[in-house]
């Protein structure tokens, strides 16, 4: 290959790497549309196969991208500093040489090739290329690689940018939610000492629609719409909203209008702001249209206030309140099922039953009352993962019921995470559940540190501590979605699954001392 040859051949890789990547950015599909050029090249005594490694904030080289290699979920192999800080570089070029050994399933050693990847004269990491030991690049090889290695880094700046972006999007969508829910929640606090009613009601009205058939979409606006159901209790009076007894006529009508309040408060044709209004104006209808405020029935009612209608209810007549005490989970789930057709959608109500497996789930990974280390939960099993990563054990067990149940939802969001990342869903969707996943870690820790410091659990101070690094973890991960969203779906995913085994089995088994 001539001077020339290698323009021609640079000029083509980044035409068609461009082309394909139009739409995508998939650094998998980068480095397969480079090994169908590389690879057609006799000149070049490159192996078939290579990795894009990214250098994260703490100087640790990460595999985003593989072609002919397993990814690094799959393999136990991790890229070490040296074969990257050890390197030679040739004279006058940007490319760099180094050797690896034992690397899984050769053993031999083999020569790596290395290609800077630049941005803004920051080096981010390098693309590796296999090589038999003995090449030795020449002039025209390097000037070539040289060349590719700016076109490369180009492409992988083009995907940073575009998974940053989506994150950005992600950012707007969720500060407009967070500042409408935050009314939801203020509402909510102010005759709910715990506030959890709203994630239990959500999470329930998230199974019955999922039970219903409803869209991924549709249960998303529903997620983020259904904290919003009583906004309209701010503008109720203590003196009725916290009154230990029965509400008189005239204090009920009170009572009743901060459905009309929610619909004021919600004003605007914003999809999110719009389901919102639905559910707050309408979640006291009835099917028979004896409810209130509009007397609306059957599907004259929204179908997301019919499905956070039975949440509600089922939640409320559960939970403890000042002017009553919890009903059982079987008179509740009786009472819903008899009012089929009367004050509930049949077909939600059908759905509520079908979805009772989960609902007695989440009833019990969100929790009002302290957790007692004795009591037995029997709740149906769940079924199991294809595609699992990582496995519940029953010798992660504690010996808690209640906590163990937290535990293996942990698992459950972890493998959630390992999905998206997997499949490539990107940054957006990693970004979301990283998210989900601090915000249901918050929960657990605060019902486990409660449940200790009520039995008078020595080792508290030491969990407290863990439970806080692991916040501002998290919370670190998420931030450097912001600055490399290609590597940091990658190290958060191997940190989440390492540090919560460790944790239980190394911390959480002490708690099996609250048993005894």
């Not at 006799?42 to 595999?63: C, M, S, T």
């Not at 939801?184 to 715990?194: I, K, L």
């Not at 004003?267 to 707050?280: E, F, P, V």
């Amino acid at each position: 290959m001539n001077k020339e040859e290698a323009m021609i051949v640079v000029s083509k890789l980044v035409y068609e790497l461009t082309v394909s990547h139009s739409f995508t950015s998939d650094l998998d599909v980068l480095l397969e549309r480079l090994f169908a050029i590389l690879l057609d090249k006799e000149d070049l005594p490159l192996e078939d196969r290579g990795a894009i490694v990214l250098l994260n904030p703490r100087k640790r080289y990460f595999q985003v991208a593989q072609f002919g290699l397993d990814p690094v979920w799959k393999s136990d192999y991790r890229w070490q500093l040296s074969s990257f800080d050890n390197a030679i570089a040739f004279p006058d070029s940007l490319i760099k040489t180094s050797l690896l050994e034992n690397f899984p399933t050769q053993g031999e050693q083999r020569q790596l090739l290395l290609l800077p990847l630049d941005i803004e004269n920051n080096l981010i990491g390098y693309v590796v290329l296999f090589a038999p030991l003995d090449y030795r690049p020449s002039t025209t090889h390097l000037d070539f690689l040289s060349d590719l290695s700016r076109a490369l880094s180009g492409l992988v700046q083009r995907a940073l940018g575009i998974e940053t972006l989506r994150i950005r999007e992600l950012e707007l969508e969720e500060a407009r939610a967070d500042a409408i829910q935050s009314l939801g929640v203020a509402s909510e606090y102010r005759d709910n000492e715990t506030g959890w009613h709203i994630m239990r009601m959500t999470n329930f009205a998230q199974a019955i629609a999922k039970a219903l058939g409803l869209s991924p979409e549709q249960r998303d606006l529903l997620y983020m719409a259904a904290p919003m159901h009583d906004v309209g209790k701010i503008g109720i009076s203590d003196a009725i909203l916290l009154k230990p007894g029965k509400l008189t006529s005239d204090e009920f009508d009170t009572m009743k209008s901060h459905t009309d309040i929610g619909v004021s408060i919600l004003k605007g044709n914003d999809t999110l702001i719009a389901a919102a209004r639905d559910i707050a104006g309408s979640h006291h209808e009835r099917w028979d249209g004896t409810g209130y405020p509009q007397g609306l029935a059957g599907i004259e009612i929204p179908l997301l206030a019919r499905i956070c209608a039975v949440a509600d209810v089922f939640d409320a007549l559960t939970s403890i309140r000042p002017y009553k005490k919890p009903w059982s989970v079987e008179d509740a789930s009786n009472l819903i099922l008899s009012e089929s057709g009367k004050y509930f959608d049949p077909d939600v109500v059908r759905a509520f039953e079908a979805a009772m497996p989960e609902i007695l789930r989440i009833r019990e990974l969100y929790r009002d009352d302290i957790i007692d280390p004795k009591k037995s939960v029997t709740l149906p099993p769940l079924p199991l993962r294809a595609t699992a990563w990582v496995n519940w054990d029953d010798n992660l067990s504690v010996g808690i019921d209640t906590i163990d149940e937290h535990h293996r939802y942990l698992f459950d969001l972890i493998n959630d995470l390992y999905e998206v990342v997997s499949k490539k869903r990107g940054a957006r969707e990693v970004a979301r559940l990283i998210k989900a996943t601090d915000a249901y870690a918050k929960v657990h820790f605060r019902s486990e540190e409660k449940m200790m410091q009520h039995y008078n659990y020595q080792g508290i101070d030491n969990q407290e501590q863990q439970h806080h690094e692991f916040e501002a973890k998290i919370r670190e991960f998420y931030e450097e979605l912001h600055d490399n969203p290609l590597v940091a779906q990658f190290d958060v995913l191997s940190y989440l699954r390492d540090w919560l085994i460790h944790h239980i089995r190394i911390e959480d088994a002490k708690l099996r001392s609250l048993v005894s």
